[in-house]
Structure formats: structure tokens, C-alpha cells
């Protein structure tokens, strides 16, 4: 089972809900690998605020939707802790468009991250992870919501929710759990966008808490099934939304 001295690699760690995520498995006294891509600012600071409080943290770019990226990631983290015991595939692209009108490179670039990626993070962590480890992918409740517009992103997160049930079963001799974390709306510049108050107020409308979602909502899942507590909950996906869905 992971422990306190336990390595925690987290795609698309540096901001939003992979940033929350980041924090509280820190919090856990787990060591965090914090891949980004593009804001080193963001992934050194979050990197400076985990040291700063006695953790140990490391920021590493790579593109996820690269073949050669998740193993370069692992190979960073084996050598600054050893070892790697949790995997989050958190990394994601929303492009949004109806399917008769999307076009080639923004399918592309959707399935080459959300499930490309998420397929190489949990092929490396299947074939490198700690016995006893956790793998930790991020869907969306947009696969159940069904929502114009939402075709292909939903469609690959719809893959990454089929892989995460498979992986389950194929890891369990290994006493390596696979889940899926799949949130509502949540509060990160990511889904705010160019939103306004008023529609955002809209969507908050739907949830029967009535209220957005924070990127802490999230995080504290993925810790709970990081930790040992979750140790049973293995080939599931939760619907991390209030109740929108």
C-alpha cells in the first residue's frame, strides 16, 4: 500500500485541479512529480510552496500527446525519489464545436492528449508503477450529460472511462487499483473561459447544490483514493458533480 513516503506523478499538476491535486497528496506527505507543458512559472511556484512546508516536489515539462513524453516523465521521477507509486492523468484539451462542423486538427489534438495521453500514462505506470500503487485518471460527467457541442471531447473521455475499467482487472494481481474521477463543472480558468456571470450562474442552476464546483472537490477524491483508505475502490468511476448527472 502507498505510504507516507509514497511518489505521486500528476499530469497537468501545475494549475487548476491538477494544482489542487498536487496540494493535497503534498499534504499527505507524498512526494510530487508536477508535469506541465507550457507555464513553468506556475509549476516552480507550486514546486516552491511544497518545499517551503518540508515536502518534496519536482516540476517536469513534457508533452503528453508525444510517444516519448510519459516515459521521459518516468524516468525523471525514478531519478529524483526512486520510484513511483501514484499516477494522475489529469492532463486535458477542451475543444468544443458540433461534430458536423469540427474540424480534423482539433479532433486530432483532443484524441492525441486526452486519450492518447491518458492510454501512455497508464500503459508507463502499468509497466513501471510500485505493486500496491494507485493509477487515478480525470474523465468528465460530460460522457453521461450528453451535451451539444461536446462530441469528441466526451468521446475521449468516454475511452479513458472504458481503459480505467480493463486496467482494473488487468493490474489486480499486482494489488494496483485503477479509477476514474469524473467531475462537473469546476471552477478553473479551463471551464470559466470566456463564460460570463450570468452563465455561469446558469450552469451553477443545474446542480441541485447550485453551486460550481472548486478544484479542492476534486483533489480531495483523488487523495482519498490515493491514500489507503481507498484501497477497495478499484475499477470505478466517480461522478464528481454535486448531482448534475
Known amino acids: 500500500m502507498p505510504s507516507h513516503t509514497s511518489v505521486a506523478l500528476i499530469t497537468g499538476g501545475s494549475r487548476g485541479i491538477g494544482a489542487a491535486i498536487s496540494r493535497h497528496l503534498a499534504n499527505q506527505g507524498k512526494s510530487i512529480v508536477i508535469n506541465y507543458l507550457h507555464d513553468k512559472g506556475a509549476a516552480d511556484a507550486l514546486v516552491s510552496d511544497i518545499t517551503s512546508i518540508g515536502g518534496r516536489a519536482l516540476a517536469v515539462v513534457a508533452d503528453l500527446a508525444s510517444t516519448d513524453g510519459i516515459s521521459m516523465m518516468f524516468d525523471e521521477a525514478e531519478w529524483a525519489f526512486g520510484k513511483v507509486d501514484i499516477m494522475v492523468n489529469n492532463a486535458g484539451l477542451v475543444r468544443l464545436g458540433p461534430i458536423a462542423d469540427f474540424d480534423d486538427d482539433s479532433f486530432e489534438q483532443q484524441v492525441a492528449l486526452n486519450l492518447g495521453g491518458a492510454f501512455r500514462g497508464m500503459r508507463e505506470a502499468a509497466r ?32 479513458v472511462e472504458a481503459m480505467t475499467h480493463i486496467l482494473a482487472k488487468e493490474l489486480g494481481p499486482r494489488g494496483i487499483t485503477v479509477n476514474a474521477v469524473a467531475p462537473g463543472p469546476v471552477a478553473t480558468a479551463l471551464f470559466l473561459g470566456d463564460k460570463s456571470d450570468d452563465q455561469v450562474a446558469a450552469i451553477a442552476k443545474m446542480n441541485p447544490l447550485a453551486r460550481i464546483g472548486e478544484p479542492d472537490d476534486i483533489a480531495r477524491i483523488v487523495a482519498f483514493l490515493a491514500g489507503s483508505e481507498g484501497g477497495w475502490i478499484n475499477g470505478q468511476v466517480i461522478r464528481a458533480n454535486g448531482g448534475i448527472i
Open 128 to 159: 513501471r508503477l510500485s505493486d500496491g500503487g494507485r493509477i487515478i485518471n480525470i474523465s468528465s460527467s460530460v460522457v453521461g450529460l450528453y451535451q451539444p457541442g461536446y462530441g469528441v471531447y466526451a468521446a475521449t473521455k468516454a475511452g
